[in-house]
Each structure stands twice: as C-alpha cells, then as structure tokens.
C-alpha cells in the first residue's frame, strides 16, 4: 500500500487484522509441530502451511479479510507461524525434555527460561546479520525460495488453499484411531508420514523408514546381525530400544554431519562471490549490512548470549554446586557454544537448506563432559545452545521470502522496513513458542511424548559416567558416521536412519514407503499439489494428535 506521498508502505505485523490470525495460526502450528517431532523426531516447514492459511482467507468474501489478498502481509503471517512452530519443536521443548529424559524435571522452568531466551537472541542474531557480506539475501536459503513461489503462485488463486483445506480433514480423517482397518487390524493411519514422504527428499525418507522397520522388527531379524555383534566381542540384543545403539548411532551421525557442514560452509563462501556476479548481479552489487554493522552485530549478540547464560545459572542454582573457576569456564564455554552453533547452523542452511541443529550442538556438549561440569549445568547447557540454532535458520529462510515478494531489494527502504515487520513477527512467534511449551509440556511428558534427540543428549551425558554405555555408543557411532558419510550431507541419511532407530512405530516407516510408491509415478506431473496436500496431512495428523492427546490425559 501506498501512503500520502504515493511512497510504499509495508503492513504492520501489529496490525489487528494481521496480529490476530497470526497469533492463532501460530499457536496450532506450535501445538501441530510439537506433535510431529515427538513421534517422528524432526519438524515439517510449517511457513507453507501458514502461507496457505493467509491465501485461503483472503479468498472469503468478507471486507474485512480482503487485506491478506497482501502478500506482504501473507508473509508476515507465515512468519510467525513457523517461528512458532520451529521454537516450539526445536528449540523449547526439546531442551526440556532433556531433563524428562534424564530423570530429573526439578529445573525444567530454568531449562524453559534458557531455552527461550536463547531461541529469541538467535532470532534477533540473524535479522541483524540478514544481507551481509557472511549471509547475503541473493544467497540460495533454498525453502524460503521455496514458499515464496507457493505464496506468489496463490495469488493467482485459491486452487492450492482448497487442496490444503481437504488434506488437513484427511489427515484428521486418517489419523483417527477409531477407523479401524479391519484386514490388517490397524486402527489409524500414520498420516504426517505419509504427509512428509510427498515433499521431503526421497532417499532421505528411505532411510528413516528403513530405521523405523529395523527398530520395529528387529527381534525377527536380529540373527541377520549376530556376526557383526561377535566381531565387536557384544552380545546380540532382542531389543534395539532397551540399548544405547540408537543413540551411537545418532551421536556418530552428527559428527560427521557437522563435519559436512562445514565442507558446504567453506565451499559455498568461496563460491558465493561468483554466484553474486554471473546469477543475480543487480542483488549482489551492494550489501544493507555492511562489515562493521556485521562485527557490532556479532559482538552485541555474543554479550547476550553471555547474560543468557549467567541469568540461567542464577535462577537454576547451579552455581551453588561449582567451584568460581568452574562457574567461570561454564559461562564462557556456555556463550562460546551458543555464539558459534547458530552461526554454523545458519551457514549450512543458507548455502544447503540443511540445518545440522543437533550435530553441532552434540559436539559442544561432548567436549563439556572432558571438562568436569556436573550433569544439570551440562544439562542446561546443552538446551541453551541447542535452542539458538533452529530458528536462526527458520528465520533466514523466511526473510529469503519476503525479499523475494518485496522485489529482490530493488526498493531498499522497503526491503528494510518489511524485514524489520518480519522480525517483529519472528520474535512473537518465539514467545508464543515459550508459552505453549509451557502450557503442554507436562501433558507430553506423562504421555511419554518427547523428542528422539533429547534422549541422545540425556544419553549421552549419563554415558560420561558408564563405560558400558559409552562402549555401546561408540561402536554403534562408527556405523552412523558410515553411513551419514556415504549419503552426503544433503541426504543425511545417516541422521534420519538413526531417527527411526529412536522411534518405536514401524506402521510409520510402512506408511512412508506406501507414500513414496505412490509418489513416483505422480511427481513429474502433480508435484505442486502432492506438495500441499502432503503438508495438509501433516497438519491433520498433528491436529488430531494433539486432541487425542488432551482426550488420553483426562481419562
């Protein structure tokens, strides 16, 4: 829109129109994606889901919703609804429920505090480094070109909103466990599954399901497996679940994840001067960051990261079990960590679409357990910085989108005001993130609802004081870094294997298959719609999941 003077004027994301079913979506997508990482273990990319949303409303003939015909303010809109979902997932719960898993929730409110500080400084990080000479707007941030194109192509029409539309009732349809399957005797189909297998890398889907059956099957296929456990000098268990293989599994998986990240990360810094100049040499000709607002900007979020941490050692109490000179490198090992793990995530992400969260947060904690912390302050350590690094990539992703609806940079004063508007949304996505995991937490806890990472980390931290589980992880981890190798860091195939060994629900890795049989003979011709009607899938199955859920916790 335009004002007086006929100059543009970008929406405001406090707007009452644009805050309210901002507000609203952003809370289904937090509780949707809780869902969805708790029993597959990673997050879908809610910023279409909430695109879609704006776009089919804006299609209700009512005065008052013809403004979110706006793409501007459909961005604002997904925005904070992937904010909200990915701080959730990712970053909030997961922290916490690293303490359920470790068995001890007496500091699960200090946890809650850290992680959302963290979450919402690594936020802010990114907005202030976004077109810099370390993270240019022209770089790829491959899922934000992703949804741009989805919210551009719905403005043409409310085709793809009305696909979205009948995949969530589907998948709420689907995931009932009251429609039972009588020939198989199944009751409810595994619909995010199913969902995902539509849009997400396919090899990489391969492996999860692969994890998933082998989890689930493997007391029918564990003498398969008797020559590698005798070579090992270990007994073959009936039982992948009740041993520490999984977790080696993962723990090696990051490692060399983080260390393909890296790879990308230099390769693709190399590269990026070159892909300015011969792709998009217009964008590229001059940064809205310049070098010293990058290193001010780096340095002032270093310094909060470093009241984040005090703070959270305050109101945990943990200083009261560490001597001063431990207290000291705790703080300064805590702010190094969260300092350098988004900057690194955010890289990979910016160059691959890839976020390796979890690789690089597992190497910061490994190397803390040589330091002698005890485990709670390791504990809320390892939720600190694993909470930065997820939403630093989100939003880079989401600013990609709105740069690209805003003209590419053409009007710098708007680019600067719209991406200042996103960044107001982005941070109210994470504070509603802070509230729903604080109002759900403890219903996903007695349900026994938490995310496969945070048993690694739990379990990883009880392995610094067994050698036997110790021993475990680390032959197991040779495996995982072996096949994460192989698949490259795209795929990470060695990542998704090891997610399905944590999860104890084979009928998922069946129902990924199923979909990606389904798949093949479509995609060439149908790839847009089994896009959306995959992400409405998987936002009926988290809906439904949730209600099952409160249904489950009153009874």
């Given at each position: 829109?335009?004002?007086?003077?006929?100059?543009?004027?970008?929406?405001?994301?406090?707007?009452?129109?644009?805050?309210?079913?901002?507000?609203?979506?952003?809370?289904?997508?937090a509780?949707?994606?809780?869902?969805?990482?708790?029993?597959?273990?990673?997050?879908?990319?809610?910023?279409?889901?909430?695109?879609?949303?704006?776009?089919?409303?804006?299609?209700?003939?009512?005065?008052?919703?013809?403004?979110?015909?706006?793409?501007?303010?459909?961005?604002?809109?997904?925005?904070?609804?992937?904010?909200?979902?990915?701080?959730?997932?990712?970053?909030?719960?997961?922290?916490?429920?690293?303490?359920?898993?470790?068995?001890?929730?007496?500091?699960?409110?200090?946890?809650?505090?850290?992680?959302?500080?963290?979450?919402?400084?690594?936020?802010?990080?990114?907005?202030?480094?976004?077109?810099?000479?370390?993270?240019?707007?022209?770089?790829?941030?491959?899922?934000?070109?992703?949804?741009?194109?989805?919210?551009?192509?719905?403005?043409?029409?409310?085709?793809?909103?009305?696909?979205?539309?009948?995949?969530?009732?589907?998948?709420?349809?689907g995931?009932?466990?009251?429609?039972?399957?009588?020939?198989?005797?199944?009751?409810?189909?595994?619909?995010?599954?199913?969902?995902?297998?539509?849009?997400?890398?396919?090899?990489?889907?391969?492996?999860?399901?692969?994890?998933?059956?082998?989890?689930?099957?493997?007391?029918?296929?564990?003498?398969?497996?008797?020559?590698?456990?005798?070579?090992?000098?270990?007994?073959?268990?009936?039982?992948?679940?009740?041993?520490?293989?999984?977790?080696?599994?993962?723990?090696?998986?990051?490692?060399?994840?983080?260390?393909?990240?890296?790879?990308?990360?230099?390769?693709?810094?190399?590269?990026?001067?070159?892909?300015?100049k011969?792709?998009?040499?217009?964008?590229?000709?001059?940064?809205t960051?310049t070098?010293?607002?990058?290193?001010?900007?780096?340095?002032?979020?270093?310094?909060?990261?470093?009241?984040?941490?005090?703070?959270?050692?305050?109101?945990?109490?943990?200083?009261?079990?560490?001597?001063v000179?431990?207290?000291?490198?705790?703080?300064?090992?805590?702010?190094?960590?969260?300092?350098?793990?988004?900057?690194?995530v955010?890289?990979?992400?910016?160059?691959?679409?890839?976020?390796?969260?979890?690789?690089?947060?597992?190497?910061?904690?490994?190397?803390?357990?040589?330091?002698?912390?005890?485990?709670?302050?390791?504990?809320?350590?390892?939720?600190?910085?694993a909470?930065?690094?997820?939403?630093?990539?989100?939003?880079?992703?989401?600013?990609?989108?709105?740069?690209?609806?805003?003209?590419?940079?053409?009007?710098?004063?708007?680019?600067?005001?719209?991406?200042?508007?996103?960044?107001?949304?982005?941070?109210?996505?994470?504070?509603?993130?802070?509230?729903?995991?604080?109002?759900l937490?403890?219903?996903?806890?007695k349900?026994?609802?938490?995310?496969?990472?945070?048993?690694?980390?739990?379990?990883?931290?009880?392995?610094?004081?067994?050698?036997?589980?110790?021993?475990?992880?680390?032959?197991?981890?040779?495996?995982?870094?072996?096949?994460?190798?192989?698949g490259?860091?795209?795929?990470?195939?060695?990542?998704?294997?090891?997610?399905g060994l944590?999860?104890?629900?084979?009928?998922?890795?069946?129902?990924?298959?199923?979909?990606l049989?389904?798949?093949?003979?479509?995609?060439?011709?149908?790839?847009?719609?089994?896009?959306?009607?995959?992400?409405?899938?998987?936002?009926?199955?988290?809906?439904?999941?949730?209600?099952?859920?409160?249904?489950?916790?009153?009874?």
């Open positions: 829109m335009n004002d007086k003077n006929g100059l543009l004027v970008h929406p405001k994301a406090v707007e009452p129109q644009t805050i309210v079913l901002s507000i609203l979506v952003s809370i289904f997508s509780i949707i994606c809780m869902q969805i990482i708790s029993k597959l273990g990673f997050t879908p990319n809610t910023s279409i889901i909430g695109a879609m949303i704006a776009m089919s409303i804006a299609r209700i003939p009512l005065k008052g919703l013809q403004s979110f015909r706006s793409l501007d303010r459909q961005n604002l809109v997904q925005t904070m609804t992937s904010a909200a979902g990915f701080g959730a997932a990712n970053c909030t719960l997961l922290a916490v429920a690293i303490f359920f898993a470790y068995g001890d929730l007496s500091l699960a409110i200090p946890m809650l505090i850290g992680s959302g500080l963290a979450t919402l400084i690594g936020m802010h990080m990114v907005y202030q480094c976004y077109d810099s000479e370390l993270y240019p707007a022209s770089a790829s941030w491959p899922p934000g070109v992703a949804t741009a194109t989805a919210i551009v192509a719905g403005d043409e029409g409310g085709k793809k909103g009305k696909h979205l539309l009948w995949g969530i009732i589907l998948g709420i349809i995931s009932s466990k009251y429609i039972a399957i009588k020939a198989i005797g199944l009751k409810g189909l595994p619909m995010a599954g199913v969902g995902i297998a539509f849009f997400a890398n396919p090899v990489a889907m391969i492996a999860l399901a692969a994890g998933l059956l082998l989890r689930g099957y493997f007391p029918q296929i564990s003498f398969l497996f008797a020559p590698i456990a005798k070579l090992f000098g270990s007994e073959l268990p009936t039982n992948l679940g009740a041993t520490y293989i999984p977790h080696g599994f993962m723990i090696g998986a990051g490692l060399i994840s983080l260390i393909q990240a890296i790879a990308t990360i230099v390769k693709g810094t190399r590269r990026s001067p070159a892909v300015g011969t792709v998009e040499t217009k964008e590229a000709a001059g940064y960051v070098p010293k607002q990058l290193n001010k900007a780096l340095v002032t979020h270093v310094g909060l990261f470093a009241v984040g941490a005090l703070l959270m050692a305050i109101i945990s109490g943990i200083l009261g079990e560490m001597s000179g431990k207290i000291i490198i705790w703080v300064i090992w805590c702010t190094f960590s969260a300092a350098v793990a988004p900057i690194l955010g890289l990979s992400a910016m160059h691959s679409g890839w976020f390796p969260g979890f690789a690089v947060s597992i190497i910061f904690v490994s190397l803390g357990l040589f330091m002698g912390f005890p485990p709670q302050a390791l504990i809320l350590l390892t939720g600190y910085v909470s930065t690094g997820p939403c630093f990539a989100d939003m880079g992703y989401d600013l990609k989108t709105g740069w690209i609806i805003r003209g590419r940079g053409e009007n710098k004063d708007y680019e600067l005001a719209g991406r200042k508007q996103q960044m107001i949304s982005e941070l109210m996505g994470g504070v509603i993130a802070v509230i729903v995991t604080a109002a937490m403890n219903m996903h806890f349900l026994g609802m938490i995310p496969p990472v945070s048993k690694v980390f739990a379990a990883t931290i009880q392995a610094g004081a067994q050698p036997e589980i110790l021993r475990q992880m680390f032959i197991s981890a040779i495996f995982g870094a072996a096949l994460q190798a192989v490259g860091a795209k795929r990470s195939i060695g990542i998704l294997f090891a997610t944590l999860i104890n629900n084979p009928i998922y890795g069946i129902g990924l298959l199923v979909a049989l389904i798949r093949w003979p479509l995609e060439k011709k149908y790839k847009g719609e089994l896009e959306i009607w995959g992400g409405g899938f998987v936002a009926g199955d988290g809906i439904y999941g949730f209600i099952d859920a409160l249904i489950r916790l009153a009874a």
